[in-house]
């Protein structure tokens, strides 16, 4: 049996409990490094009438003060995937457009140096009126952010797939509802961190960051610094404190010290901090959705209609509008309905700008779908299980394609359904809560049903641009990923690969799957993580994001290794005298099967390899390393009518959730947790358990803690964590997991992505679990998070809608 | 954010009025006064040093009295801005005569910004009412002053 399947302990934790890790921070890769602090607007939108530097630039120890202007003589705006007329800079140029908002960087030789100057800088403003919301952004009287532009709108599509108007005329019943899903954070333990250094001899920017891709934005970056790839130079250490997308949104940042170490010619060096990241970092999307779902008498979803409208902040930002298609090839969730329209709308506001987030548009888009099925039960007078249980996707029809193109490549989603609803003893429940609100107690049960899509195909993002507007460029489709398996003159194994993980375990799976290739101990093998776009291979689409680790990196480095296999397996025939399919490798060893004593060790076959090419067969190249570069053909470019299959594997998340609900209070106490998950095959049980509760626990801050609030004249009140609440261990509830293997026919690993879906699941499954659970108080759950205060209001609401008489009873 | 609040001075409504409006009397009586300039009629330029919660910081700020009907009411604008973000506020501070001296009622609204938003929107309406509680103590006291001397003044020379 091999190392791959096994709860191997993570390689990366000795290093990390030891205080031996490398970050962002620990890095001092160049003498006279100097230190960078930013001056941020407090207004949310204004006009910057004039920037005084000269008090802090008479400042001892200060070396520069850059401004907006300063910067943007070297710089274009960023590019984005949509013709907008809204350019984009890493700092304000002339006007700002939500708080927090650079307006001006100062070097110093200190970091301390850097943040007294910046109160000396003198910036006058002039405010101008503020819009938040993403709705009353888009009427005609709302302030405009973008000059350039005639509304807030940046971008709108369409989509029908089916017949969705015949689709609604079949069915008994139409749900009609509108949800709001807030703006959240990511909130990783580091923040952002960069060092950057311009080399004016060579004309190259060299940038040190936690930046984690998708390296589509080293494209982006280069092009905003008017350089060849070759002449920005990407770095990433070893370590990385947590991201859950989050860090993608460094680049801005990136580029703004790239230009200001050519300014101030020196290298620079910048750590946020967090209040800094809380407020202008990178955040979640806040969406507003108008669902129609119908439905037969008996259940069956007819059709769906959905309107997003996404707030994408101050700036639409690479890699936005692409929020809005993340889960476009899996709009219809786990079930079989055919016939579905979506409106896709993404419009600017004064907030922080938008990005990468654990679950990238599936939250968003999975609450108001499992709150209409609940909803539809209720309405229907059926069981809420059931509902959801007679629409889903059967066993035997996988692989399943979408409406909207996804091809869903594996799973047993009934399976799944019913083992969650035993787990939780849904049925028990379902008596306990009934004898509990004769006793005046509201128990509920949740349930959530989701498909999770992983290894994203970079085609998805192109939905953002129309089929003809496709027709003018290069097609975008894959999603590879590189990895490289080096055998050393000693024997020993080194292996490097592009998705630059930011804590999720990669070295350790990646070392299984090398040792299971070569017949050695994951011990044995030297997993170098981190990047250096200079020195190793990577892809478009290598990065740390979407889950792609277990479907798509992981099978590069098999491939690689495999390759290594292959020529190890060819020099040991050659040196045993045997047919190379009669060998194995093993305990460091390639050994004829079944005559162990045959045998030649990996040491003395790399030794022949690099210190005797002449021992070699004839026409083999000296050394052992291979490069391999994995890419799936599922994964292609959208099609003419705007099916695109988005990602390249999909799992599926079934979550049932007992809560009770205190309705003086408002508080919501999770009783029991129950999520199963069918992500293909498990590499790693241990780590995937780790994915599972840390994915659940962001899904639970969503679902009931955490917001980023603004204020009407877009002001951030949640900038601290005493006002952002972020979930600890002492909020999780007790979790129970539980796993179906369908593995993915597409790889040679067979393994999904499992790190996104209780994102995507637990805030509707909690939301749901609420209002089972306040159903006789009529009460509406459509927006999160439930905090007391929320769900007393939406309780007080339900109360105001209640007849008279019913009140006075 | 806003407020409201009534107090009682001991003192007439006339020397609570021109104690309000002196500016000696106003530097020594606004928290955190570090300078206050008269700028113009009815208008001051001065340095504050406040700080809400985590985020002490100084403020350069601008003040100007409006509207103003002698020895009954005035409306106060700020706007005050520095390191840690800013504020605008506007107020209405009225007098009126009564049997123990002056009464004043006052009532405002402030809009504040940046890292005193984003950090201590929690502690701004506690803060407010410190600083104006403050600013009514201190006032108190220079009107008792200056009635103190107002009496000495008026005493017959030699008894």
């Avoid at chain 1, 006279?32 to 006009?47: F, G, K, Q, W």
């Avoid at chain 1, 409406?403 to 849904?426: F, H, K, N, T």
């Avoid at chain 1, 052992?624 to 470019?637: G, R, Y």
């Avoid at chain 1, 306040?774 to 509406?780: D, I, S």
């Amino acid at each position: 049996m091999g190392y791959l399947g096994q709860p191997l302990a993570r390689l990366e934790d000795a290093r990390l409990t030891s205080g031996q890790g490398r970050f962002i921070d620990d890095l001092r890769p160049l003498p006279n490094l100097h230190h960078a602090a930013i001056l941020r607007s407090p207004y949310a939108h204004a006009r910057i009438r004039s920037i005084r530097c000269d008090q802090a630039l008479a400042l001892p120890g200060v070396r520069a003060v850059v401004t907006g202007a300063d910067a943007a003589r070297w710089l274009k705006p960023f590019p984005v995937g949509v013709k907008v007329a809204a350019p984009y800079y890493p700092i304000a140029v002339d006007k700002v457009r939500y708080a927090g908002e650079p307006v001006a960087v100062v070097v110093a030789d200190s970091r301390y140096t850097a943040e007294d100057a910046l109160a000396s800088i003198v910036v006058e403003y002039e405010p101008l009126p503020v819009v938040v919301d993403p709705e009353l952004a888009l009427s005609p009287e709302a302030p405009r952010l973008h000059e350039g532009l005639d509304s807030n709108l940046v971008h709108q599509r369409t989509f029908s797939y089916g017949d969705a108007a015949r689709a609604f005329t079949e069915a008994d019943v139409v749900i009609r509802h509108r949800f709001t899903f807030p703006k959240v954070h990511a909130t990783p333990l580091e923040t952002y961190g960069v060092i950057a250094h311009y080399q004016s001899s060579e004309d190259t920017y060299t940038v040190w960051s936690n930046f984690h891709g998708p390296f589509t934005l080293h494209s982006v970056m280069a092009a905003a610094l008017q350089v060849p790839g070759n002449r920005l130079r990407v770095l990433v250490p070893q370590d990385v404190g947590g991201s859950y997308g989050n860090k993608s949104g460094v680049y801005p940042y990136m580029v703004l010290m790239a230009v200001v170490s050519r300014l101030a010619k020196v290298p620079v060096k910048w750590v946020e901090d967090r209040q800094e990241h809380l407020l202008a970092s990178s955040t979640g999307t806040d969406r507003v959705t108008w669902i129609e779902a119908g439905f037969r008498r008996d259940g069956t979803l007819t059709g769906l209609r959905m309107r997003y409208i996404d707030n994408v902040g101050a700036y639409l930002r690479a890699p936005e509008p692409a929020c809005l298609y993340r889960m476009h090839a899996a709009l219809t969730g786990p079930y079989r309905v055919r016939d579905v329209e979506v409106e896709a709308l993404a419009v600017v506001t004064n907030k922080c700008p938008t990005g990468l987030i654990r679950g990238y548009g599936g939250p968003q888009h999975c609450f108001p779908l499992e709150r209409v099925m609940q909803m539809a039960a209720q309405e229907l007078g059926l069981d809420a299980a059931e509902v959801v249980r007679r629409n889903l996707i059967r066993a035997c029809e996988f692989p399943y394609t979408t409406p909207s193109g996804g091809v869903y490549d594996s799973g047993d989603y009934e399976q799944a359904l019913a083992r969650a609803l035993e787990r939780i003893d849904y049925a028990g429940w379902r008596q306990r809560q009934a004898e509990a609100r004769a006793a005046g107690r509201y128990l509920g049960i949740g349930l959530a049903c989701v498909v999770e899509p992983s290894g994203s195909n970079m085609g998805y993002i192109a939905l953002a641009q129309t089929p003809a507007e496709r027709e003018r460029g290069l097609p975008k489709s894959g999603c590879a990923e590189a990895a490289s398996v080096t055998v050393d003159p000693t024997g020993s194994v080194c292996v490097r690969f592009s998705t630059v993980p930011t804590g999720q375990g990669h070295e350790t799976v990646a070392a299984q799957v090398v040792a299971d290739a070569l017949g050695i101990a994951p011990a044995a093998v030297r997993v170098i993580t981190g990047m250096d776009s200079w020195t190793q291979p990577w892809t478009v689409a290598s990065g740390s994001y979407s889950s792609r680790f277990a479907p798509i990196g992981a099978n590069a480095v098999y491939r690689a290794a495999h390759q290594v296999r292959e020529k190890l397996l060819q020099m040991a025939a050659h040196a045993l005298g045997v047919p190379a399919d009669a060998l194995e490798l093993r305990g460091g060893y390639a050994q004829v099967r079944e005559q162990p004593d045959r045998r030649v060790s990996l040491q003395r076959l790399a030794g022949m390899a690099h210190w005797h090419p002449a021992g070699l067969p004839a026409g083999m190249e000296p050394g052992v390393s291979a490069t391999a570069f994995f890419n799936l053909p599922t994964a292609q470019a959208p099609a003419a009518d705007d099916t695109v299959n988005g990602s390249v594997t999909y799992g599926f998340v079934a979550d049932a959730v007992l809560v009770e609900v205190d309705p003086e209070t408002g508080r919501v106490q999770v009783l029991d947790y129950v999520t199963v998950h069918d992500a293909g095959r498990l590499l790693n049980p241990l780590l995937a358990e780790g994915q599972i509760r840390g994915g659940l626990a962001c899904g639970l801050g969503q679902a009931l803690y955490e917001e980023l609030v603004y204020d009407a004249t877009g002001q951030l009140l949640t900038g601290s964590f005493m006002d952002y609440l972020c979930p600890t261990s002492a909020e999780l509830p007790p979790v129970q997991l539980d796993h179906i293997e369908s593995p993915s026919p597409l790889t040679p690993l067979g393994a999904k992505g499992l790190g996104e879906g209780n994102v995507m699941s637990a805030p509707a499954a909690l939301a749901n679990a609420v209002a089972d659970a306040l159903e006789p108080l009529h009460v509406v759950i459509d927006k999160l998070p439930l905090t007391p205060a929320a769900v007393w209001q939406a309780i007080q609401a339900a109360k105001q809608r209640q007849p008279v008489e019913e009140r006075v009873g | 954010m806003n407020g409201s609040g009534q107090v009682q001075l001991s003192g007439s409504v006339n020397e609570v009025w021109e104690a309000l409006l002196d500016p000696a009397v106003l530097a020594q009586c606004m928290p955190g006064c570090e300078e206050l300039e008269h700028t113009g009629e009815h208008r001051y330029r001065a340095r504050l040093v406040v700080g809400v919660a985590a985020v002490k910081g100084s403020y350069s700020a601008t003040m100007e009295l409006v509207d103003v009907q002698p020895y009954q009411s005035y409306r106060l604008r700020i706007h005050g801005e520095g390191g840690p973000g800013f504020v605008d506020a506007e107020g209405l501070v009225q007098l009126q005569c009564t049997a123990e001296g002056t009464a004043l009622h006052y009532t405002y609204t402030a809009d504040v910004g940046g890292k005193v938003a984003a950090v201590g929107q929690r502690m701004l309406g506690g803060v407010a009412k410190l600083l104006v509680g403050d600013f009514f103590r201190r006032l108190q006291k220079a009107v008792d002053r200056q009635v103190q001397a107002n009496r000495s003044a008026h005493l017959p020379a030699g008894g």
